[in-house]
């Protein structure tokens, strides 16, 4: 599947192989913003979608370009956002094409299906329908 989005013309489904390893990760509370330890305390880990949710929560919690650790195709940019006066369209639209491009570096991420925007005050919520090597997933930030 594709989706049209302006000034980036369509997204398609990233080329992968089947031969990529499972992926893993540290466990994630989403609530309280930490790592899940097991009954013996340590960190426990997940597999498969889990994990991709886990990756799509913390790209998109990292800005882009700013930390060192991280490659150059980590995180989204938000930044350039701040302070700049433009339409409430025209910002979703800009938010949308910066989630596609900070997503679709991820070989698991076979396309990005839906983007829905609430905004309510100073909060922004965003839910994003995916489809992975693994089936389809929702990940609400």
Not at 92 to 107: A, D, H, T
Request: hydrophobic share 35%; glycine share 6%.
């Amino acid at each position: 599947m594709s989706v049209e989005y302006p000034f980036t013309g369509t997204v398609t489904a990233n080329t992968y192989t089947s031969d990529l390893p499972t992926p893993k990760e540290y466990a994630w509370d989403f609530e309280n913003d930490c790592f899940l330890y097991d009954a013996d305390g340590r960190l426990k880990i997940v597999e498969g979608d889990e994990a991709i949710k886990i990756w799509i929560y913390k790209a998109l919690s990292t800005e882009r370009f700013r930390y060192l650790a991280y490659s150059w195709q980590y995180g989204i940019e938000l930044r350039p956002f701040i302070g700049k006066v433009m339409g409430v369209q025209q910002r979703y639209s800009e938010i949308k094409r910066v989630i596609v491009e900070c997503l679709m570096v991820n070989p698991y991420i076979k396309s990005i299906d839906t983007i829905d925007i609430q905004h309510e005050g100073d909060t922004v919520d965003i839910s994003i329908t995916l489809t992975t090597i693994y089936g389809e997933v929702s990940v609400d930030v």
